[in-house]
């Protein structure tokens, strides 16, 4: 499993890793397909996470959750965490996991790494506090 911490923008869905559901935001519809941005977070960072279709009503504030084959790419301008259509979300328990929100990996930004075109490098943080989740008191 990966934390958080250690992942970074690629096309390929090899993302294994558990969180905890913080937040959700409000469930949009594009086209027919419904969305869902959530925060999640393990010990060492935090990301947005998104959320399609019935996954939006799946997943509460407060579960744990394990994402096998995973992506973490660009959606729509956002760099999310998603299970894509070949990743899956699993339901592991509630409430028990300890986390941090700082740093945030989606809001970090990335450039290419000089050394190797095929993976990224954290260049800078965007904001030490979320941009669309406020910090939680």
Same mark, same amino acid.
């Given at each position: 499993?990966?934390?958080? =911490?250690? /992942? ?6 090899? !993302? &294994? %890793?558990?969180? #905890? ?6 469930? %949009?519809?594009?086209? =027919?397909?419904? =969305? ?15 959320? +399609?279709?019935?996954?939006? &009503?799946?997943?509460? @504030?407060? &579960? $744990? $959750?394990?994402?096998?084959?995973? !992506? ?23 409430? %028990?996991?300890?986390?941090?929100? /700082? *740093?945030?990996?989606?809001? !970090?930004? +990335? #450039?290419?790494?000089? @050394?190797?075109?095929?993976?990224? $490098?954290?260049?800078?943080? #965007?904001?030490?506090? @979320?941009? $669309?989740?406020? *910090? !939680? *008191?």
């Amino acid at each position: 499993m990966v934390l958080l =911490k250690d /992942i970074m923008p690629a096309a390929q869905n090899n !993302i &294994d %890793t558990k969180f #905890i559901l913080l937040e959700k935001g409000n469930t %949009t519809l594009e086209g =027919k397909n419904r =969305k869902c941005l959530t925060l999640v977070a393990d010990e060492t960072a935090a990301v947005h996470l998104q959320l +399609w279709g019935d996954e939006c &009503d799946a997943f509460d @504030s407060g &579960d $744990i $959750i394990h994402l096998s084959k995973g !992506i973490f790419s660009y959606q729509h301008g956002n760099l999310v965490l998603r299970a894509g259509k070949r990743g899956k979300l699993e339901k592991r328990g509630e409430f %028990t996991m300890s986390y941090v929100e /700082i *740093p945030n990996m989606s809001e !970090i930004h +990335w #450039i290419p790494d000089p @050394s190797n075109s095929k993976n990224y $490098i954290q260049d800078y943080a #965007i904001s030490p506090q @979320s941009r $669309i989740f406020p *910090p !939680i *008191p």
